[in-house]
């Protein structure tokens, strides 16, 4: 079916006979193979026996995320970034992506608790508030550590919305504290 061009059949086989061979790097290969060739549903199907013949593999489950939200399913999108989030705890990157999903279908009660453990984690891990930003290529100090005044503000709102004006007065003047070096 390659040699008469017609790749879509060709994969079609390929995927068939992966579930033969239960091998993590075809089904990788041929997800990228189903992403090519805009098969969105057909990709997340492979990225997903992918995920489960090695569930360590992070870039698996992030390609899983960002399709599943290309799609607009945000239910797969979000268990996607959950299972990120068990592998790198606290990253900000997959927060802000999992913030969009959890605002969205109105889950504000777990996007709090997922922030505030964030910056519980940070607030003890660099207590001077300042730390090297995980994905930057600067050896500096950055305020926050990459928990910065927009994520504090983040979860102070989300505490105004769930009705917690009293916890959304601490994170502010709590994280402002420690943004400024100030925590004590």
């Known amino acids: 079916y390659d040699d008469m061009g017609q ?4 994969l079609q086989l390929r995927i068939m006979a992966a579930h033969l061979r239960h091998d993590a790097e075809e089904w990788e290969r041929l997800a990228v193979q189903s992403k090519q060739l805009g098969l969105n549903q057909q990709a997340l199907y492979c990225y997903r026996k992918l995920s489960s013949l090695d569930p360590q593999n992070v870039s698996a489950w992030w390609e899983r995320a960002a399709i599943s939200k290309e799609i607009g399913n945000l239910r797969m999108a979000r268990h996607a970034y959950m299972s990120i989030l068990k592998h790198v705890p606290h990253d900000m990157t997959v927060l802000g992506e999992l913030r969009n999903i959890l605002i969205e279908t109105a889950d504000f009660k777990t996007c709090a608790e997922l922030f505030q453990q964030a910056f519980e984690h940070y607030c003890s891990i660099y207590s001077s508030g300042k730390g090297p930003v995980p994905t930057s290529s600067s050896i500096d ?7 910065t005044l927009l994520e504090i503000l983040v979860l102070a709102d989300l505490y105004n919305t769930l009705g917690e004006h009293e916890n959304a007065i601490q994170s502010i003047k709590r994280g402002c504290r420690w943004l400024q070096g100030r925590i004590d």
Do not use: I, L, Q, R
């Open 141 to 147: 100090d950055v305020p926050g550590a990459g928990f």
């Open 7 to 10: 790749a879509g059949k060709a």
